[in-house]
């Protein structure tokens, strides 16, 4: 059974540029989160989605972030116009339920040159 | 929100050592996780605990809601236990956690 999956590992941006995070997450879990880990620090909540639905984005940013979560394949995670500051790794995790314990992926790690 | 505070934030051990990470946290709790950050990055569940005790292998957990922390006890170190140990609180009517700042760990042979 294989855990959660995310890709690319390592992604390197020019500012201006548009960056694509996928997740799929465990068979069989239909909510998935994204975190974001800045170097020297714990992971912050972004967004969490069910199939189709955002059902809570208050830890992403109002510009130029958004996600998805469609019926047919992985999340998405989309950073459009990158800048420097938006370097960092991106975590997914995804759960059975809300209340079930999160399994996270490995990661994307985003620099933005 | 919640305030999750993780102590101490540095450890250095010697390999066989035990040791204790302490978590606080300001608020009731729907539920609690500890992870293992190991040094490539990876996050690796290590407990589920919202309430009393669990132990798996060398590592053991225990949190007391009613007094607003968890203990992580890792015994007889490894070096492969380096890495930063994360405590993720959720609390009030939410389920989405509250990560700490972690503590870093290091063990040496």
């Known amino acids: 059974n294989a855990g959660v999956m995310q890709n690319p590992r390592h992604l390197v941006r020019r500012r201006g540029q548009e960056a694509r995070l996928r997740c799929s997450p465990m068979?069989?879990?239909?909510?998935v989160y994204w975190y974001r880990q800045l170097p020297e620090e714990g992971l912050k909540f972004m967004v969490y989605?069910?199939?189709?639905?955002?059902?809570?984005e208050s830890g992403m940013p109002k510009e130029r972030f958004s996600a998805e979560f469609p019926k047919e394949g992985p999340s998405i995670l989309r950073i459009q116009q990158v800048v420097r500051g938006d370097s960092a790794a991106y975590f997914c995790a995804s759960s059975l339920d809300l209340q079930e314990t999160q399994y996270f992926g490995p990661g994307t790690r985003l620099l933005v040159l | 929100g919640i305030q999750v505070e993780q102590s101490p934030p540095d450890l250095i051990l010697q390999e066989g050592a035990n040791s204790t990470l302490r978590c606080n946290f300001s608020?009731?709790?729907?539920?609690l996780q500890w992870f293992h950050q190991n040094p490539w990055g990876q996050l690796i569940n290590l407990f589920y605990i919202p309430s009393g005790t669990k132990q798996n292998g060398r590592l053991s957990a225990t949190t007391v809601a009613t007094e607003r922390y968890s203990l992580l006890y890792i015994s007889s170190s490894q070096t492969t236990d380096s890495g930063v140990y994360f405590c993720a609180v959720a609390s009030g009517g939410s389920y989405i956690p509250t990560f700490g700042r972690g503590t870093s760990l290091i063990v040496h042979p």
């Open positions: 608020d009731s709790v729907n539920n």
């Open positions: 989605l069910q199939k189709e639905n955002i059902i809570d």
């Open positions: 068979k069989g879990h239909s909510h």
